[in-house]
Every structure is written in C-alpha cells, then in structure tokens.
C-alpha cells in the first residue's frame, strides 16, 4: 500500500471514528430500532441487530436508569459504546460496555447529574463493530424539563436561564437571599444579608463551576461587594469544590469566579476523543496498519 493510500485510510478512520459518537439523532423515532451495515470484506449479507431498552419509559430527576441490551452473534468481552444524547442533541453521557458470554449488557445512569438538565427525549445509542458489520442502534425515554426541580433548606438555588443547580451551603452572621449563574463571565454570585461578621462555606459542583489551568485545578478569583479578595480556603475532592469565604457586617454580593461553568461539557468531549482514539488504535492492531511510511 503506498503512503498516500496509508494516510488517506487513516484520515478515513479517524473521522469515522469521532462522527459515528457525534450527536445526530435527537429528533429519532420512540421505537427501538436497529441497522447494520455490512463489510464488504467479508461477503456476508446477514443482518445482526442489536437490542437496547430501559426499564421505564419516562423518569423523575434523581432517578437511575437501568439499560439492558443484547448483541446478536457478539463474540464475549467485546466492546460496545453506549452514547446518551439529550433532546437538544448534546451528548451528556459515554460509556464503554463489554458483552458477557450470551452477548448481554447491562449500565445504570444516574439522571441527578448537573448535565441533564433539559426536559424531554433522552436518546441511548449504541454501537458495536466488529468483523461481521457495523451495527447500532438506540432507544429513547422522557424527563421532566428544568435542571433540578427543587432544592432543600441546607441548598443554595442558583439559576441559570430557565434552569436550576442545588449547591449545598452552611452560612454564619447573615443569611442567603438569592444567586444565580452567569454564563458569560463563568461566575457564580451570592446575594446575602450580613447582619455581623461571619462566613459562607460552599460545597460547588465541578460539573457546575470549575476553575482550570490546563488539566490542573487553579483558584476561584473571590470578590466580595466587588473588591478582590484572597482570605478564603479550598478543599477540592473528585466531583466538588469546597470554598469557605469570610465576610464583615453589612456586605451584600460575593462573586466567585471560575473557567468552567455549566453548560459547558469539557470532560464529555475529551471522553469523545479518547474514545475515537482507542478505536482507531485498534482497527490498526488488528489490520497492521501503519502509522509511519516504510522506506
């Protein structure tokens, strides 16, 4: 095979791989449904459906969904991906499967996720490749609209738009009145009533606001009635930030200021690409494509 034809395949896959797990489907039928597309290479005109259905058709928030799916003909321990995409076509979900020897696969997803925040048709969609064809397909189910419904006594209700986050709070020498996301300026803003000294402590959602350099944590930027500030501490974890931030009598508006807020989808996207990644490493180990030319 010369170079050119090398390169031409490679850029065939790589581009096979990143728009097959693409959001193209949020306007697809209720029904389950599958297809196959079968390789040229193998001469076979046999359609292997695979099956997927969740165990209701419409959930609350706070809600696990459980996926059930089998694979016909599927060799055990292969590998399925399962893309989940919201009504507004964005990909909120991407998951790696691997078939048990009767070619069933089973998944839970959790809805209380800060990025399922859209009301409506949520779509699963899984695909499977393998020697015998490339198949797919998908199934859909219903969730109630607007990021959280509700949220409790110890929760800060911060808005955006028409949508709602539950940030859990503690608060001394004063009171919350309100606060709100702005996407714009990636900042959440704290409305409070200072009646002494005191301090607010904030357990934030890194899905809801986040603050990077690179891939490493950098600090939240503070104001406080719009005056910088540095006294305050952070203690961050796998999925939250903790911030505690002091406050005198009388102050109002406490800004905290990140690089990433909702409903921005950072971490789907790099799982996306690794995904196409991992695909295109393995079709070459398996065909001995080459990645260099050979002289």
């Known amino acids: 095979m010369s170079t050119h ?3 031409a395949l490679i850029a065939i896959l790589a581009t096979a791989a990143v728009v097959g797990i693409m959001p193209a489907f949020a306007t ?3 029904d389950t449904t599958y297809s ?3 390789s040229p290479s193998t001469g076979s005109q046999q359609i292997l459906p695979i099956v997927v259905s969740t165990d209701n058709d419409t959930y609350s928030r706070q809600s696990v969904v459980i996926v059930t799916g089998h694979v016909q003909n599927a060799i055990a321990g292969q590998a399925v ?5 919201d009504p507004n076509g964005n990909v909120v979900e991407v998951r790696q499967l691997t078939l048990n020897s009767n070619g069933d696969f089973q998944d839970k997803i959790n809805t209380a996720s800060p990025l399922w925040t859209s009301g409506g048709v949520y779509t699963i969609y899984v695909q499977a490749g393998s020697q015998q064809g490339l198949l797919s397909t998908e199934t859909q189910f219903t969730l ?3 990021g959280q419904s509700s949220c409790t006594a110890q929760q800060l209700s911060a808005t955006i738009g028409n949508e709602m986050y539950c940030i859990d709070y503690t608060i001394n020498g004063g009171t919350v ?3 709100t996301l702005n996407a714009a300026s990636k900042t959440l803003v704290v409305n409070i009533q200072a009646n002494d000294d005191g301090q607010i402590t904030l357990n934030i959602p890194r899905s809801v606001l986040d603050a990077k350099s690179g891939t490493s944590d950098s600090a939240f930027a503070v104001l ?4 910088q500030v540095q006294q305050f501490t ?10 505690t931030i002091p406050f005198q009598m009388a102050s109002e508006k406490i800004e905290i200021i990140g690089t990433q807020i909702v409903p921005e989808f950072g971490p789907i996207a790099a799982l996306v690409l690794a995904i196409a990644i991992i695909s295109i490493i393995a079709v070459s180990a398996k065909t001995g494509l080459r990645f260099m030319p050979k002289y």
Do not use: L, N
């Open 234 to 243: 952070e203690t961050p974890s796998t999925d939250t930030r903790t911030i």
């Open 81 to 85: 991906t399962m893309k989940v995409s």
């Open 36 to 38: 196959s597309q079968i």
């Open 144 to 146: 109630p609209g607007g």
């Open 28 to 30: 697809s039928p209720a």
């Open 177 to 179: 009145s309100g606060a």
């Open 5 to 7: 034809k090398e390169y």
């Open 224 to 227: 406080i009635d719009g005056e």
